[in-house]
């Protein structure tokens, strides 16, 4: 990944539906060479997908929290099934596998405090592997949307 890929990543954070003719105009690159360059990326993995950023309010969705869920037995089956089944749930917007006391933080999205007890007594706490949880209540919700790139290091290896 060169400085030239970093600013095309860049620039398609900040605008993901801009034209390959206006991406490579304000790189000062030809249409034909940023083209290729964006092939590039999504074939490298480095963009993944194009995504419509949405606000929560305007779906009827102003509350959010975040679940830390300890599950019981810490085996790989358990934690699979609890993170497919948590994931497809309607008011789940991220799931995050963490070490330490905890083994996930759900992140919901729900109409009120009501719909969110509902959701932690209705799903969360009846799935069979759940031994605790917490559930905090998010006042602020600041997403960074436009992610740089490190400078170079050593490599490391991405799980799969």
């Known amino acids: 990944m060169d400085e030239l890929d970093a600013d095309i990543v860049q620039a398609l954070q900040q605008d993901g539906r801009q034209t390959n ?7 000062g690159l030809a249409a034909s060479t940023c083209l290729e360059r964006v092939r590039s990326l999504r074939r490298r993995g480095v963009i993944t997908g194009y995504h419509a950023e949405v606000d929560l309010h305007a779906l009827g969705r102003p509350v959010q929290a975040l679940i830390n869920v300890r599950m019981h037995p810490k085996e790989r089956a358990a934690v699979e ?4 089944y948590v994931t497809a749930l309607p ?10 006391g905890d083994d ?4 919901v999205a729900v ?4 719909q969110l007890r509902d ?3 209705d799903h969360v706490s009846k799935h069979r592997n759940v031994a605790d949880l917490r559930t905090s209540l998010v006042y602020d919700h600041i997403r960074k949307t436009d992610v740089g790139v490190l400078p170079p290091g050593p490599p490391t290896q991405r799980a799969k």
């Open 81 to 84: 099934a609890f993170r497919e």
């Open 91 to 100: 008011e789940t917007i991220a799931v995050f596998v963490v070490s330490g």
């Open 104 to 107: 996930f933080i759900v992140q």
């Open 21 to 27: 003719r206006d991406l490579a105009e304000r790189l």
């Open 111 to 114: 109409r009120d405090t009501s």
């Open 119 to 121: 959701f932690v007594l």
